[in-house]
C-alpha cells in the first residue's frame, strides 16, 4: 500500500510542457506564460494575483502594463513551475483565468502572497513557498517533548559523526519526510519520536559514509538516497543532482521553488560561507520553504534546516557569488 500510494502520488508530480500561443489579453495569466524564465513566472504570478485583488480600475490597468512590459522584454527558457503549468492548462481550457481556479492553484501548491504599502509598488511583492510541513520534521523525545526540527548533528555518537553528520542527517531528513508523507509513518504533521529518526539514520550511516568521508558529494548523495528510498519505500525515484557552476542564481533558485512547490525537500550543499553566519563551510542543509522577491531575487530569504534548527537568511547573505559558482542541489523530479 506504502509503495503504490508513493508511486502515484509521485507520477502527479511530473511535469508536461504545453507550448501554447499567448492569447489572454486580459492582464491575468496568459497561456504560454510558463514558458518563460523562472523569475518572470513568479513575477506574472504575483501580478495575477494583484490583479485578481485589485479593485479599482486604474489599478488593473497599471497590473497589465506591468505584464506586458514583462513579456515583451523576457525569454522563454527555463522549465516550467508546476503552478504555471496548471494556471497555462487553466487558461486554454476556460479561454480566461477564473478567481476560484486561482485560489484553488495557490492553495494546491502552498503559495502565499504578501504586498506592503499600494498594490501597484511591485517591489513590495512577496510570494511565499514551501513544503506541506514547513518545520520539515518535529522530532520529539519519549514524553513528548519537542527536541529538534530535523536531525541535530550533536545527538550523534562521536566526534567524527557530529563533524560529518551534515550529509547523512539531510539525506535522513528528506528520506523520513517522505515516509511520513505517503502514509509509511502517519502524517508529515505529526511528531516524530527521536529514536525512530535515529534507528533509521544509524540503519543507513555507514552506507552513506561508504561513498566519501568526510564530505558527501552531490554525486555519492545522489546514489545513496536512491538507495536508501529502495530500502525504506520499496522505490527508487528519479533525481537530480544540479551542480549550481553551471545555473545562474536565478536558475537556481527557481530549481528550489519548483521542488518545493512539488512538496519535495531540497538538499543543498554549500561549500563557502560568510563569517558569522549560522551554516559552516562544506555543509549540507535542509531547505524547506522560500519567501521570494519576484522583482529582486537577491532579496528573497531561504529557510531551511540545521543542526536541528530552522534558520532563515538572505540569499545573497548565506551564499553570495557561492550561490552560482560553489554549490550543489539534490531534490526530487
Same mark, same amino acid.
Given at each position: 500500500?506504502?509503495?503504490?500510494?508513493?508511486?502515484?502520488?509521485?507520477?502527479? /508530480?511530473?511535469?508536461?510542457?504545453?507550448?501554447?500561443?499567448?492569447?489572454?489579453?486580459?492582464?491575468?495569466?496568459?497561456?504560454?506564460?510558463?514558458?518563460? *524564465?523562472?523569475?518572470?513566472?513568479?513575477?506574472?504570478?504575483?501580478?495575477?494575483?494583484?490583479? =485578481?485583488?485589485?479593485?479599482?480600475?486604474?489599478?488593473?490597468?497599471?497590473?497589465?502594463?506591468?505584464?506586458?512590459?514583462?513579456?515583451?522584454?523576457?525569454?522563454?527558457? =527555463?522549465?516550467?513551475?508546476?503552478?504555471?503549468?496548471?494556471?497555462?492548462?487553466? #487558461?486554454?481550457?476556460?479561454?480566461?483565468?477564473?478567481?476560484?481556479?486561482?485560489?484553488?492553484?495557490?492553495?494546491?501548491?502552498?503559495?502565499? !502572497?504578501?504586498?506592503?504599502?499600494?498594490?501597484? /509598488?511591485? #517591489?513590495?511583492?512577496?510570494?511565499?513557498?514551501?513544503?506541506?510541513?514547513?518545520?520539515?520534521?518535529?522530532?520529539?523525545?519519549?514524553?513528548?517533548?519537542?527536541?529538534?526540527?530535523?536531525?541535530?548533528?550533536?545527538?550523534?555518537?562521536?566526534?567524527?559523526?557530529?563533524?560529518?553528520?551534515?550529509?547523512?542527517?539531510?539525506?535522513?531528513?528528506?528520506?523520513?519526510? $517522505?515516509?511520513?508523507? !505517503?502514509?509509511?509513518?502517519? +502524517?508529515?504533521? =505529526?511528531?516524530?519520536?527521536?529514536?525512530?529518526?535515529?534507528?533509521?539514520? $544509524?540503519?543507513?550511516?555507514?552506507?552513506?559514509?561508504? $561513498?566519501?568521508?568526510?564530505?558527501?558529494?552531490?554525486?555519492?548523495?545522489?546514489?545513496?538516497?536512491?538507495?536508501?528510498?529502495?530500502?525504506?519505500?520499496?522505490?527508487?525515484?528519479?533525481?537530480?543532482? +544540479?551542480? +549550481?557552476?553551471?545555473? *545562474?542564481?536565478?536558475?537556481?533558485?527557481?530549481?528550489?521553488?519548483?521542488?518545493?512547490?512539488?512538496?519535495?525537500?531540497?538538499?543543498?550543499?554549500?561549500?563557502?560561507?560568510?563569517?558569522?553566519?549560522?551554516? +559552516?563551510? $562544506?555543509?549540507?542543509?535542509?531547505?524547506?520553504?522560500?519567501?521570494?522577491?519576484?522583482?529582486?531575487?537577491?532579496?528573497?530569504?531561504?529557510?531551511?534546516? *540545521?543542526?536541528?534548527?530552522?534558520?532563515?537568511? /538572505?540569499?545573497?547573505?548565506?551564499?553570495?557569488?557561492?550561490?552560482?559558482?560553489?554549490?550543489?542541489?539534490?531534490?526530487?523530479?
Amino acid at each position: 500500500m506504502c509503495r503504490r500510494r508513493l508511486i502515484n502520488l509521485i507520477l502527479l /508530480n511530473r511535469r508536461w510542457n504545453n507550448p501554447i500561443k499567448l492569447t489572454d489579453p486580459s492582464g491575468r495569466w496568459a497561456s504560454g506564460d510558463s514558458q518563460y *524564465s523562472y523569475e518572470t513566472q513568479l513575477q506574472l504570478l504575483a501580478l495575477t494575483i494583484a490583479y =485578481d485583488r485589485a479593485v479599482l480600475d486604474t489599478t488593473k490597468d497599471i497590473i497589465r502594463e506591468k505584464e506586458k512590459s514583462i513579456r515583451a522584454s523576457s525569454a522563454k527558457k =527555463d522549465t516550467p513551475l508546476p503552478i504555471s503549468e496548471r494556471l497555462d492548462n487553466l #487558461t486554454k481550457y476556460y479561454g480566461k483565468l477564473f478567481s476560484s481556479d486561482l485560489k484553488t492553484a495557490l492553495d494546491m501548491y502552498r503559495v502565499t !502572497f504578501t504586498f506592503s504599502g499600494s498594490i501597484t /509598488n511591485f #517591489t513590495s511583492y512577496r510570494l511565499h513557498v514551501g513544503l506541506s510541513n514547513e518545520n520539515l520534521l518535529n522530532i520529539v523525545d519519549g514524553s513528548g517533548n519537542h527536541v529538534s526540527y530535523g536531525g541535530n548533528q550533536m545527538d550523534l555518537g562521536s566526534n567524527y559523526q557530529i563533524n560529518t553528520g551534515c550529509g547523512p542527517i539531510s539525506v535522513i531528513n528528506i528520506v523520513y519526510y $517522505y515516509y511520513m508523507r !505517503f502514509g509509511c509513518g502517519t +502524517t508529515t504533521s =505529526d511528531p516524530v519520536k527521536r529514536d525512530d529518526y535515529y534507528d533509521m539514520f $544509524y540503519r543507513h550511516f555507514d552506507k552513506i559514509f561508504g $561513498y566519501s568521508t568526510p564530505i558527501l558529494t552531490a554525486t555519492a548523495y545522489e546514489n545513496i538516497i536512491r538507495e536508501v528510498f529502495k530500502e525504506e519505500l520499496g522505490y527508487k525515484p528519479a533525481i537530480t543532482n +544540479t551542480s +549550481t557552476h553551471s545555473k *545562474s542564481a536565478r536558475q537556481a533558485l527557481g530549481m528550489v521553488i519548483g521542488s518545493l512547490m512539488s512538496d519535495n525537500p531540497v538538499a543543498l550543499q554549500n561549500w563557502y560561507t560568510p563569517e558569522n553566519n549560522p551554516v +559552516t563551510p $562544506y555543509h549540507w542543509v535542509t531547505i524547506t520553504s522560500v519567501d521570494i522577491n519576484p522583482f529582486d531575487f537577491t532579496n528573497s530569504i531561504v529557510n531551511f534546516a *540545521s543542526w536541528g534548527s530552522i534558520y532563515s537568511g /538572505n540569499r545573497g547573505y548565506i551564499w553570495s557569488n557561492a550561490w552560482v559558482n560553489k554549490a550543489s542541489i539534490v531534490f526530487l523530479t
